[in-house]
């Protein structure tokens, strides 16, 4: 049972570019959460889904986009990254239901030159 | 829009000393989430408070929840050096959206 894994753990970019952030967790949990954790300050929500196939816009959207294909994976992509997107990203999944907690994954560091 | 505001924001202070963070939030919501984060890690998941006055307790930390004066509180009590981390608190709401505070970051000092 690894939990909740992301995938790259790190990764650099030029502005403009392109990516694909994965997480994926074994836990059947039906809710999936995209944080970005930026220095000396909490998480901001980008995208959430409340089950396989849908998606939901959270508190910082602009610039990503996120599909829920199946159950156990929520990708996160920049179209074209911008400096402003350097962050840590954070996965987080919780069973269903509000009064779940989330588990969170490793984090993702990117950096956007 | 939901405002989680946490105070103070850094705290440094001795080994077997007692002290508490506050989490105040703008909106009516009656769940609320205790996290704590090591430098360079992910986060943990603490205490899941669902209702007026649920109180729940872990060790040295003990986490309240106020839900007519949107108020949560995490009391530590005579801490230690493995306390020292970064806490954060988490409001969620009906939707399912989360929004959290900026995080207390703990320095506990022999």
């Known amino acids: 049972n690894a939990g909740v894994t992301q995938t790259p753990k790190f990764r650099v970019l030029k502005t403009g570019q392109s990516m694909t952030l994965l997480c994926a967790q074994d836990m059947n949990h039906e809710y999936m959460y995209w944080y970005r954790q930026d220095p000396g300050m909490g998480l901001r929500l980008i995208h959430y889904s409340v089950g396989e196939g849908t998606t939901a816009k959270g508190e910082v959207p602009d610039g990503y986009n996120v599909s829920r294909l199946k159950k156990q994976n929520f990708l996160l992509g920049l179209e074209s990254a911008a400096p402003s997107q350097t962050s840590v990203y954070f996965c987080?999944?919780?069973?269903?239901?509000?009064?779940?907690?989330?588990?969170f994954g490793p984090g993702t560091r990117l950096l956007v030159l | 829009e939901l405002k989680v505001e946490q105070n103070p924001l850094f705290l440094s202070m001795q080994e077997g000393k007692n002290y508490t963070i506050y989490c105040n939030y703008s909106?009516?919501?009656?769940?609320l989430y205790w996290y704590r984060q090591d430098p360079g890690k992910s986060l943990e998941s603490l205490f899941v408070l669902l209702s007026n006055g649920a109180v729940k307790q872990e060790g040295r930390l003990m986490a309240s929840l106020d839900t007519k004066a949107r108020l949560s509180t995490l009391h530590i009590t005579a801490a230690v050096h493995d306390l020292s981390a970064t806490y954060f608190c988490?409001?969620?709401?009906?939707?399912?959206?989360?929004?959290f505070g900026d995080g207390t970051t703990l320095t506990v000092k022999p």
């Open positions: 988490a409001v969620v709401s009906n939707a399912g959206k989360s929004t």
């Open positions: 909106t009516t919501s009656d769940r």
């Open positions: 987080a999944s919780s069973r269903q239901g509000l009064e779940e907690t989330q588990y």
